[in-house]
């Protein structure tokens, strides 16, 4: 029972880590994206509906990123060469992959509803040998799938990199003091755009991670994940360990209302609402314990 | 000495011309500048003249749209800073340009790191290296240590550590001492005297003439983005460089009333203050009581950063005080609204004219009237006065002086010292009975210094109970009356400004030296 | 010089974008011709599409002009489309209770009733924002998801009309529905309340010292501090009005063509309310065409669904597209090239 709710934890938290890591090297660059939510669905329905075609994993999940990071790249296009509002440039690419998903489903698949791709390859879940048999601890170290195990890996590689190697410095420095940067001829531009790009790479990882295991697409399925995810970013201090703790409780709150939904008769819409509540007071928690006034 | 002519310049720049497109300034015309070999030169003109432009364009960080630069007798097309960097050239800003949250040692090689395997950065070679460099070139200073503890003269060090580690040997000083103390400008000298010995050229930009005249081999002067004087420093005297600067004959002295009127009725009381920092765990401002009369300026000299923010801003209501009291004329306005201390007469000059002391994206009658847009001179029930509003930025433009081609012009595109006139003309017009002001001369010119000290002085007469804060000695000594030494948010001192009174006796307080015997002398008060 | 800049990055967003639509179309359809001629002529070719146009700019408007003012106070107000159907929510609930009231007061009783949930909602990111610093941006959003499924409960459960077929409340008394003015359009007489509403906003965002205070404060708060404005209560305060005509948006367009609530009829408003405001430059008078260009592209796709094969989805692409330009200020690249190259020579 416990164990069961850690592992739905840290597959739940998953999505919500990928895109949040993601999101933490646009922070580090000093331009938050909040396109998170757009990319992550964006890369949802392409990698399904690819991988459905082709049969192939691999190539769905190619196919997945390279949207997201296209979007991405455009994103840093528009906000960098072209002086856009980044808050904006962001709602639209949420907007647009909106739009784009249904569009796509309705010519496509020739349906508004849930999409079901039953053609693709199953991502399955991964038995660690002798771990496995661990009574309790077997269930929570055990059987993920790629994508979870690849979380908290990429989670340590970006550990390593922000805080001990020259791109992780020349980042830091771009997101705290841009002009200082520029002045000992760190450029600012290729940083950013490079933060967009991984953050398009991240999210769409997210976005993987929602709709393969489940062979399903349905419009909005991120349903506020990219929104979470910020937060998680936000909460993480630019810290990957932070960002990893932030989304873990991000991921026991959906956990938790899984587990209720299934264990109880409360309404699920009201169920849903727990992870946005979560959200809401973990942000505000934080901000009153870091005490900064608004300035 | 039979050197030929095409070496006889380290640094040669010939008819610069520069232009910003976002407000279309023609910052640069024909500007010139030219530097021997293991010199100091020194580069003056007004706020405005192109003197950090010329330099930004050295450095590669703004782009030239004409003329032409040579190094070491070679046309050089400078492409970016650190193209600049590898042909020796580096500067240091008039905003230092470091990351708070990095180490010194992070900050030296930021940009040029050391790695090792799979790309990793070696924290300890790193450090080692700028220790090496620090004891080579006599600035000394702890590499583990995060910048954001550091004072600005150890932050300027690091600076220099940062070009020398790049192996600069044209350095360029964008006013550097203005945020230093005078203890600290000394070992400044020190150490540019000690780079020039070792063969470095040195630009060094300054609005202070007297440090100019004491440190440089030579002058250029930029008026208006074109160089209208160059020559040697000991041919040229501090009134000849300030008529070239200003294109007109100014008087330097400045008219000051030091003990002239005789103050009697003390305005403001402060008692026992003590304000914590915003986090509310480090005390800032530890049990500071002083009062000023009508009549007074009180200077409070002082290190920045040992309370005087801190201070300054929970007289005014900025900030809330922990414990003690204010008055404004035997008003309590010890725990009110920033409104409430204004409408009780006291006006408050921040340092930070561009953050805090104005809306630059708003016009000049939008500024003007931020304090009292209210009040029934500029409204009617819940409506400004549009036309009143007018009329009112109108005449204090005229009465403060302001250059500028239109009231609605937005305060941004003004010079520093333009911007400061409309601050004082907003807060000397509200005809408070207290004034507080902070560091009323950073970074202004000759003469916008000289148009706020004579309006100072004016208040001052009027009965005005000013309080000046600044860490410019020398505006302390010259314009206050009374004079306290702040240190570690403590008053150790407290000075009548007469005649014997010196620079050196003061900055010995505010280093904290004679701490310990004050405590002692106080204990044995009580 | 700025304004004709401007204006001119707004024409050439609207160029982009629309070029872009046709491009999807053309992509997508069998029969492009057709299908753009629709999609361009449709909204205005009879009376009944060009009032539909019009009903829809209502709700555009006013979410707009919600965006503008939060914009104004520099904050954002991400939660405009939880505000709008709350907000819609609690008045059509009202206005169900008062049966028996006469129609005029009933409805400004339900108008201020909405004015005051959707307010109230945002009002508590704006004091979160002003006591504690938490990104309004982000929390208006949060509260704003779980508002909807929080009306998206009631619809289905406690405030369910059992004859619907769908997540609906029951229809409240006839006498309450705005009355149409250009039949057999949706066309009613809410577009007069709204304009008199942006007027009203326009003019004291100008002229009066809350809007004062409100742009000040949106420019520099540090300085609007320091000038003694009371900056915590006109960020609460810009927000409370924000959110108050979102409310009002999402109730007018119940009142005026709906009768009754309905799951998810709201749903974009709120997002393009949003666009509305940035081609409108935050200027609430602009938000007018503003709002009749964003209902003319939705009608249009709608028109052209209906008459050929595309499908009306097109219209979100070409709105995303008019997000994406919007605030682009290198998109003049050209014209200041141009100048920088007269400067030289
Ligand atoms: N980044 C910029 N964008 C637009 N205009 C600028 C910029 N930097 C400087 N200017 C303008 O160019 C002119 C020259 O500025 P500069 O900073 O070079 O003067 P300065 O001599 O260093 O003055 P100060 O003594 O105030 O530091 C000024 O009119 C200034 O307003
Ligand atoms: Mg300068």
């Not at chain 1, 459905?52 to 990123?65: K, P, R, V």
């Not at chain 1, 849930?114 to 059987?143: E, H, M, R, Y």
């Not at chain 3, 053309?26 to 019009?54: D, Q, R, V």
Request: hydrophobic share 50%; aromatic share 8%.
């Amino acid at each position: 029972m416990i164990s069961n709710f850690i592992h739905t934890t840290l597959v739940m938290t998953t999505p919500i880590l990928l895109a949040a890591l993601g999101g933490m090297f646009t922070d580090l660059s000093g331009m938050l994206n909040i396109g998170l939510e757009g990319m992550m669905l964006a890369s949802a329905f392409t990698s399904i509906f690819v991988a459905n075609a082709t049969s192939s994993l691999l190539i769905g999940i190619l196919a997945g990123l390279c949207l997201s990071t296209t979007l991405a790249a455009i994103m840093a296009y528009f906000s960098l060469s072209l002086r856009a509002n980044v808050f904006v440039v962001g709602l639209a690419t949420n907007l647009f992959a909106n739009g784009l998903t249904v569009f796509l489903g309705v010519s496509l698949c020739k349906s508004k509803g849930t999409l079901l791709f039953l053609n693709a390859p199953k991502l399955s879940n991964i038995q660690i040998p002798f771990v496995k048999d661990i009574p309790f601890l077997g269930k929570i170290l055990s059987g993920y799938n790629a994508l979870d195990y690849s979380a908290i890996i990429l989670t340590i590689i970006c550990y390593l990199v922000i805080f001990h190697t020259p791109y992780g410095y020349h980042l830091r420095a771009v997101g705290k003091d841009p002009r200082t940067a520029i002045s000992v001829g760190i450029s600012v531009y290729k940083h950013r755009f490079l933060a967009f790009v991984l953050s398009g790479l991240f999210a769409g990882l997210g976005g993987v991670a929602l709709s393969l295991p489940l062979k399903i697409f349905v419009g909005g399925m991120t349903n506020g994940r990219g929104w979470i995810a910020l937060v998680a970013v936000v909460l993480g201090q630019g810290n990957p360990f932070g960002v990893f703790i932030a989304s873990l409780i991000f991921g026991a709150s959906s956990a938790f209302s899984n587990m209720l939904q299934a264990l109880t008769d409360i309404s699920p819409k009201l169920l849903l609402t727990i992870p946005f509540v979560i959200t809401l007071i973990a942000m505000t928690v934080y901000a009153i314990r870091s005490k900064k006034t608004y300035e | 000495m039979g050197v030929i002519a095409t070496s006889k310049y380290i640094l040669e720049m010939l008819k610069i011309r520069k232009r910003y497109e976002v407000n279309d300034v023609l910052a640069l015309n024909d500007a010139e500048i030219r530097v021997k070999q293991g010199t100091i030169h020194a580069l003056v003109g007004e706020n405005g003249a192109g003197k950090t432009t010329l330099m930004k364009i050295l450095c590669g960080i703004e782009k030239k749209d004409a003329g032409e630069i040579w190094l070491n007798g070679d046309k050089v097309d400078i492409r970016n800073p650190r193209h600049s960097f590898s042909l020796g050239i580096g500067m240091v800003h008039q905003h230092f340009r470091l990351i708070d949250d990095f180490t010194v040692a992070e900050n030296v090689v930021l940009g040029v790191e050391i790695t090792r395997k799979f790309g990793f950065i070696s924290l300890r070679d790193v450090i080692l290296a700028v220790k090496r460099l620090s004891k080579d070139s006599g600035l000394m200073i702890e590499p583990s240590l995060k910048v954001r503890e550091l004072s600005m003269g150890q932050r300027q060090k690091v600076e220099i550590l940062k070009l020398l580690y790049r192996g600069a040997d044209i350095i360029v000083l964008d006013e550097p001492t203005s945020v230093l103390t005078e203890q600290e400008i000394t070992d400044l000298f020190n150490a540019v005297r000690r780079l020039k010995a070792q063969g470095k050229t040195i630009i060094f930009i300054s609005h202070k003439l007297k440090e100019v005249m004491e440190i440089s081999d030579e002058i250029t002067v930029l008026r208006k983005g074109k160089t209208v004087q160059t020559g040697k420093t000991e041919e040229l005297n501090e009134k000849e460089i300030a008529y070239a600067m200003v294109g007109e004959e100014i008087p330097l002295e400045i008219k000051t009333s030091k003990g002239l009127s005789m103050p009697k009725r003390a305005i403001l009381h402060v008692r026992d203050l003590h304000v914590k920092d915003r986090r509310g765990l480090v005390e800032e401002v530890r049990g500071i009581s002083f009062d000023v009369k009508a009549g007074e300026i009180l200077g409070i000299a002082g290190v920045a950063g040992n309370g005087q923010k801190e201070l300054v801003e929970a007289l005014f209501g900025i900030r809330k005080a922990s414990s003690g009291s204010v008055f404004i004329d035997g008003k309590d306005v010890t725990s009110s609204s920033i409104r409430v201390h204004r409408e009780n007469g006291m006006a408050y000059i921040p340092d930070d004219r561009i953050g805090e002391g104005s809306c630059p994206t708003s016009s000049i009658v939008e500024n003007i009237i931020a304090d009292r847009y209210y009040k029934p001179v500029l409204s009617n029930r819940s409506w400004i006065d549009i036309s009143a509003a007018r009329r009112m930025a109108g005449t204090l433009v005229k009465e403060y002086d302001v250059r500028t081609s239109s009231i609605y012009s937005t305060i941004g595109m003004l010079s520093g010292g333009n911007i400061q006139k409309i601050i004082i003309a907003r807060e000397f017009s509200s005809n408070p009975k207290v004034l507080i002001i902070c560091e009323p001369t950073w970074g202004l010119d000759i003469r916008s210094t000289k148009f706020v000290y004579d309006r100072l002085m004016e208040m001052k007469i009027n009965r005005k109970a000013i309080l000046l804060i600044s860490s410019n000695l020398d505006e302390i000594l010259d314009l206050s009356d009374r004079i306290l030494v702040i240190y570690e948010g403590e008053i150790v001192a407290d000075f009548n400004n007469t005649a014997v009174l010196t620079k050196a006796v003061i900055g010995e307080y505010m280093m904290g030296l004679h701490l310990k015997t004050l405590r002692r002398e106080k204990s044995t008060t009580l | 010089m700025k304004k004709l800049e401007e204006s001119m990055r707004v024409l050439i967003t609207i160029i982009i974008a629309l070029m872009i639509g046709v491009l999807a179309i053309t992509l997508t359809s069998k029969e492009p011709g057709i299908a753009i001629k629709y999609f361009f002529t449709g909204p205005f070719s009879s009376a009944y599409f060009f009032g539909n146009m019009l009903a829809a700019s209502i709700p555009l408007m006013l979410t707009g002009l919600a965006t503008s003012i939060a914009f104004s106070a520099s904050a954002f107000n991400l939660g405009l489309e939880g505000q709008v159907y709350f907000g819609a929510l609690c008045g059509t609930y009202v206005a169900y209770e008062l049966n028996a009231v006469p129609p005029i007061i009933a409805i400004i009783v339900v108008l201020a009733v909405s004015f005051a949930a959707g307010g109230g909602i945002a009002a508590i990111s704006g004091y979160l924002k002003s006591k504690w610093n938490v990104d309004e941006l982000i929390s208006s959003l949060l509260v704003s998801y779980t508002l909807i499924y929080i009306v998206d409960f009631f619809l289905e459960g406690p405030f369910k009309d059992p004859a619907a077929g769908l997540a609906a409340s029951p229809y409240f008394n006839k006498k309450f529905v705005l009355p149409k003015i250009l039949l057999p359009s949706d066309l009613h007489i809410g577009i007069f309340i709204v304009l008199a509403i942006i007027i009203l906003f326009s003019i004291i965002m100008k002229r009066n010292k809350f809007g004062y205070e409100v742009r000040i404060t949106g420019k520099n708060f540090r300085f609007a501090k320091y000038a003694g404005i009371p900056v915590k209560k006109v960020v609460i305060m810009a927000m409370f009005f924000s959110g108050g005509i979102a409310g009002l948006a999402g109730m007018i367009d119940i009142l005026g063509i709906h009768g009754r609530m309905i799951r998810g009829y709201s749903a974009g408003y709120g997002w393009n309310g949003i666009a509305v405001a940035l081609i409108a430059r935050n200027n609430p008078l602009l938000v007018i065409p503003a709002a009749i260009f964003f209902a003319f592209l939705q009608s249009g796709a709608n028109v052209s669904a209906l008459f050929s094969d595309v499908t009306p989805e097109v219209a979100r692409i070409i709105q995303a597209a008019v997000f994406y330009l919007v605030t682009a200020e290198g998109l003049l690249f050209f014209l200041k090239k141009k100048r920088m190259e007269k400067g030289q020579t």
